[in-house]
């Protein structure tokens, strides 16, 4: 059997990490840098990991997609705040037939790629990964790592579990990650948003950790009155979260270490914010089917204010 | 005819002000106050104002409201976040058939006090004023300074111009203070609401000035929903703001110099802020109608948490 080849579309602490996994365990992996190209183009990729450091001495280290061979299997691992930049560098790197791998937050990614490119499987994958890029080059893997994979169709109609799906769990289960497959990727990303909204908004907007929201008790009725509106969100595209998946999100909040959410650590950095795909989508997508998220667009508006701010 | 007494609960920016100013007009005023006591009883009040400065060397100043007389009118200029003191301070002070101001921020103040005193009047006065104690009994009047009344009565029932009304009145514009009167309280409180709504509560939230909120199209979406949404929830008690009420609320900011609300002073201060009275009462009041004010409930629920924080 031919080996299925790999694109790595954002080589950072997400997309470099999974790349370079997957290249260990044999597969062939091309990789698109921007800043980071040089260094990497000489020295390879170094990952610490809580599963064993590893270090790749040579890597296909890329500037500009035209020089990237087309590949079986391509990885968006941008933030979403680049993804107007797909437009350009999807098309020419992914084979006919082929499969986009979207391992990005938030809601309707999927549809916008399915807009770039045509006769090709679209799979979005939902990453619970905790790891940081310490230097050019550099991963630091601190914890976690698994994938929830499911196939797009057109308006996220149910497609159970495909063969394409399979397949790139097959890739990545032989690299040493766990892969759970949706037969409901829509539900998945609702599912992800009950915790992603409260939490990333508020850490921003209130300057708090996950523990600080949670002792208080009027942002913990707060995110919880969040969650149930992703719920209600869930709900106006015919998904059902139950009660009790709120209950086990809060739950498993309070009995977590204090966290610094993902999207307060980009603020603090200064990096931006990832505001439409995690905020703005869902609400107008629910607005769309009649159904106001009044809170979460309440959020929207203050995260883009302070994100604004921020950048200026 | 007699004139009448007024007493003063709360002898801050505000209450010492309009207190100097009645006292000053030749009324006789008795003054209660706390930390200020001994400098005010043996210094009197400095008032710095740009209707023109002047002090009042003597005044009847008291640390205890056993000590003071029964009054014609007492003015509540408490900040609302001390009006669990009313219990105590209020009854022994106002004589039967009297009258109860109460110059404070924020809904069903009025009724709280009907609770505690009977067998009197209460008027409820808003105050457009602009003024701070830069010192013990030294108050700095900046701006402004006119103030809105109507009379309550159970329920906000409407009352029209009441007798009451006028006597205070013709007091307070013999001192130099301009009156408008309203017949209907309620109205008049949600109108002010429209305002301090969105622009304290957001100023608070997002550290910033009137003039980023409006810069902003976000923020200024956001203080345009939450206008409409006090706006819902006069019309959830039979009160109808009308849209040209909000679009010219939203142009005076517009043309307002840069302004730090009230609460972001507060704030800045670490003073407690008044968010049971601006924001508690009306979302609560909302809600017993039926009637849900979610991102007013939002807004509640993030300054309590900075609140409590900043009190820690």
Redesign the interface.
């Known amino acids: 059997m031919v080996k299925r080849t790999y694109a790595i579309l954002g080589t950072g602490a997400l997309g470099g990490f999974y790349g370079a996994k997957l290249q260990k365990s044999g597969l062939e992996v091309h990789y698109l840098l921007k800043s980071d190209y040089q260094q990497v183009r000489e020295n390879g990729l170094i990952i610490e990991s809580k599963d064993g450091d590893f270090t790749l001495p040579q890597v296909n280290a890329y500037n500009n997609v035209e020089k990237m061979p087309q590949c079986d299997v391509v990885i968006v691992s941008l933030k979403t705040t680049q993804n107007q930049l797909l437009r350009d560098l999807l098309p020419p790197i992914v084979k006919d037939n082929g499969t986009v791998l979207v391992l990005q937050n938030g809601l309707d990614i999927e549809a916008e790629v399915a807009e770039i490119v045509s006769n090709v499987s679209i799979i979005g994958g939902l990453c619970f990964l905790c790891s940081n890029k310490v230097a050019p080059g550099h991963i630091h893997h601190l914890d976690y790592g698994q994938i929830t994979l499911g196939e797009y169709t057109s308006n996220y109609q149910l497609t159970g579990i495909t063969q394409k799906m399979r397949e790139v769990t097959a890739d990545f289960e032989n690299a040493g990650i766990s892969i759970e497959l949706l037969e409901d990727l829509l539900l998945g990303r609702w599912k992800k948003l009950v915790w992603n909204i409260p939490y990333n908004g508020?850490s921003v907007?209130?300057d708090?950790r996950t523990d600080?929201?949670m002792a208080?008790i009027?942002?913990r009725?707060?995110v919880e009155?969040l969650m149930w509106e992703v719920a209600a969100g869930a709900k106006s595209t015919g998904r059902i979260i139950p009660e009790s998946f709120i209950q086990t999100m809060l739950d498993y909040t309070v009995k977590m270490k204090p966290y610094r959410t993902s999207m307060k650590i980009d603020f603090d950095e200064c990096r931006p914010l990832e505001i439409e795909a995690i905020f703005g989508n869902p609400f107008r997508k629910a607005e769309a089917a009649g159904v106001y998220l009044?809170?979460i667009?309440?959020?929207?508006?203050?995260l883009?204010?302070?994100d604004?701010?921020m950048r200026k």
Chains 1, 2 share one sequence.
């Open positions: 508020l907007i209130l708090a600080e929201l208080d009027h942002t009725q707060l009155n009044q809170q667009r309440c959020l929207y508006q203050q883009k204010f302070l604004m701010r």
